[in-house]
């Protein structure tokens, strides 16, 4: 790679300039959260007080639903005073979990449970365990083989009183008349934040000083380039942002490219932001052809034909 072409990108295009933002100094403005995630506490505060015995909170993954709801329940409750369980669970795996949160004021987290909202055996085990009609919820499980404690090994009686309470965390609730009843028994809240919302969020994560092996410049130098390639269209989470924050001090660390892993994440075209990049240097046509050539092992002819893509696009 020639000196003037690596001189070129490394000054940084219009299209990414770290020098171009006024970063916030986190000493003087530092991150603040509780916008994002008021609403989502003040929900799961209405479980810990005992306004409400059911929360079912639908948001998509990487928002950081599962993190603050058990922040709030940390700060609210004694550790033996919850529970939080994820992954796949079966009906009887479900009754041995609701016995063992069975306990006045107990918080049964279920995080993104799969396996419950498709099988009516467990659905009746939540309705049971979160009926608003009187003061006792008997849940019960009939089963010739019997069912073992989870720690001792000790049968379990069929039927118990659940005097818990219970929140829920999906990615994407599920569609059915009989999950729509059981969410009726509680609070539903959707966590819906759109890409501006996202990318705030982002900015604000940014500033935290041990997100990532980054420093806090870095890292909002970072957030900067997510926002220079996406767009509406593409899914940022604080997941991605992550990932790409460990890409960054991969390829800082191992002289890798970090940006073209980067930009996998986010299903975009390497060789299209490529010629967009090099079009915002200054270089002459054949040194930027011969850049492209040497980073994706294409050819001339497949420059030209992305790059009238391009233009097209632009017009149009």
Known sequence: MSENVLNALEERS??????AF??????????????????????VR???????????????????????????LRNEKAEEEWTHTKGFTTPIELFKTLYMAQEEG??????????????????DLLK??????GEENWVEYRSSRGIDHPRTGQPLPQTFCFRGRIIMSFNDTPDSPDFDAFVDRGTYYRMDLDYDDRMSLVREIAKLPDFSPLS????????????????????VSIRTFENVCQMR????????????MALDIFDLDYE?????????????????????????????GHYYNLKNDIKAQRLS
């Open 216 to 235: 806090v410049t870095e890292q909002q130098e970072t957030a900067e380039w997510v926002a220079t390639v996406t767009d509406p269209s593409i899914e």
């Open 106 to 123: 107990h918080i049964l987290f279920l995080d993104d449970i799969s396996g419950i909202s498709k099988n009516q055996k467990a659905l």
């Open 128 to 133: 049971a365990a979160t009926d608003t009609e």
């Open 14 to 19: 219009d299209r990414f300039d770290p020098t």
């Open 272 to 300: 299209r932001y490529l010629i967009v990049r090099l079009m915002e240097t200054d270089l002459p046509v054949m040194e930027q052809i011969e850049e492209f050539k040497e980073r994706t092992g294409r050819s001339q």
């Open 249 to 260: 001090h991969y390829g800082q660390s191992e002289e890798q490219d970090w940006e073209r």
């Open 46 to 72: 209405m479980v810990t007080g005992g306004y409400s015995n059911l929360l079912v909170l639908d948001a998509a993954g990487g928002l950081g639903k599962t993190y603050n709801i058990k922040r709030v």
């Open 22 to 43: 006024d970063f916030d100094d986190p000493a003087e403005s530092p991150p603040d959260l509780d916008p994002f995630y008021r609403s989502l506490e003040n929900y």
